[in-house]
């Protein structure tokens, strides 16, 4: 059996990756709800990080925003210099930024390839290479990494983005098992259909019929998604670890 973490769960801290909007955003104000301290990254979006802060304080949370573009080892380690001053450490962290794109393979350029490898893969190596010491330090983290059901299915004009959350997967998978020893949870949550930004690029027809696709009837809410990051946080989650938990709506089963 594992060593309870020293400090209670709302006394702990989250680092929440591309926060700004969408899932990261609830998966932010999740955590904030219960009074625990959350660290909100974003790279361009100011403004958004800023709005997501003060839903956030208005449970009262200490939140800090920090900006980094997670390709760059160098701009993480002034990011993690910068909480290290604050005096927060993570003990959970969740590798949310991510970006799609749509098209034909074919279309896809070497630099559209890269920029998803390594904003979606990338980053998440690079920032749990950096937050996993303390955690084994401590004898008890959490890592959730927000993927994709295409991430498991494969999607067709999506292959550069399927592929790097398939990666992804493989990453959580593997990563668990060198962490379960040390108390340490790795997970992945690989969501359907999700009423975001991300959905932009569908018209209104498309988004009828991947509607029509999904046994719920329905895109599912960041609300949702944050709840499942959250209880796979939870200490009494710690049993859960080298999983991709897809809720999709019975759209993937």
Sequence with gaps: MTSPPAKSFTEQTV????????????????????????????????????????????????????TADLRSR??????????????????ILVNNAGISHYGMLADVSEEEWDDMMGINLKGMFLMTREFMPAMVAQ??????????????????????????????????KALAKELAPSGITVNAVAPGAVDTKMMAGFDAAEKAALENDIPAGRFGQPDEIASLVYFLALPESGYITGQIISPNGGWLT
């Design 15 to 66: 680092l929440v990756t591309g926060a700004s909007r969408g899932i990261g955003a609830a998966i932010a104000r999740r955590f904030a709800s219960v009074g625990m301290n959350v660290i909100i990254h974003y790279l361009q979006s100011h403004e958004g990080a800023n709005e997501t802060a003060r839903e956030c304080m208005r449970y009262g949370a200490r939140v800090l925003t920090v």
């Design 74 to 91: 160098e701009q993480i380690l002034r990011l993690k210099e910068k909480l290290e001053q604050h005096g927060l450490v993570p003990d």
């Design 139 to 172: 004898k008890f983290g959490r890592i959730i990494n927000v993927s994709s059901i295409w991430g498991i299915s494969g999607a067709s004009c999506e292959v550069a983005y399927s592929t790097a959350k398939g990666g992804m997967n493989a990453f959580t």
